[in-house]
């Protein structure tokens, strides 16, 4: 189980306190205003923020000392940060080799993972000559191929139509139920993820304001807040 309590970060024009739990396996939907702290917990959780206070953990394990590079937790970004010199068998394996050098097994399971995001044969295209859903589907094998069993996803499918959006959360469904890892997934339209996701936390002024399931986050009194919060994504 991921644990954060109390955690809080400051800056001179913003703060911070996030106390949310998210069982191992799941897939929690986070969503609220832009600005209200969504990216900032991602940021804490991956270790690219660090708080002043509170605690963090993963299955009891304290991640606070980690540096990001250290901790079992990887992201997508919005902007899938995809190297447009490399190839997607290369972009994606970063993921498991920083260096790129790998071995016959590596390329294997780095293109069989490619193949599970639906890229089977896209291994020596670069990103140049990929659409965007096929470059978030390359970013979200990265994220899956290092084998860390928490995966962040910041607003990855924002810039998709409803249609290619839709069906990117459930793929990334899917291959959470498959891989057996724990997914946090910011998003602006919380309707695609209604049916879908376990767990659904409404983050506004930095702090988790309700968590719970989708049902009960969408249809308690926060709606016209969230609704507000959707039409000024």
Request: glycine share 10%; proline share 6%.
């Amino acid at each position: 189980m991921l644990v954060i309590e109390n955690c809080r970060l400051t800056w001179p024009d913003f703060e911070a306190d996030y106390t949310m739990s998210v069982e191992t396996g799941a897939l929690c939907a986070v969503i609220g205003p832009s600005g209200g702290g969504k990216t900032t917990l991602l940021h804490m959780i991956a270790g690219f923020e660090t708080p002043e206070s509170g605690t963090l953990t993963l299955n009891g394990r304290n991640l606070l000392p980690l540096e990001p590079a250290k901790r079992p937790a990887a992201i997508v970004f919005q902007d899938h940060n995809l190297f447009p010199h490399l190839t997607a068998l290369q972009n994606a394996a970063l993921g498991l080799r920083p260096s790129l050098s790998m071995g016959a097994e590596d390329r294997n399971l780095v293109s069989g993972m490619l193949g599970a995001v639906g890229l089977k044969g896209f291994e020596e295209r670069k990103p140049g000559e990929m659409s965007g859903g096929q470059r978030q589907r390359v970013a979200l094998a990265r994220a899956l191929v290092s084998g860390r069993p928490l995966i962040l996803l910041d607003e990855p499918f924002s810039s998709l139509d409803p249609v290619l959006r839709r069906d990117m959360v459930q793929l990334v469904d899917r291959l959470r139920r498959e891989r057996g890892v724990t997914v946090l997934m910011t998003i602006h339209t919380p309707e695609d993820v209604a049916d879908i996701a376990d767990q659904m936390a409404f983050v506004a002024d930095g702090r988790v304001v309700a968590t719970g399931t989708p049902a009960s986050i969408l249809d308690s009194a926060l709606a016209p807040r969230i609704a507000a919060a959707v039409s000024d994504s």
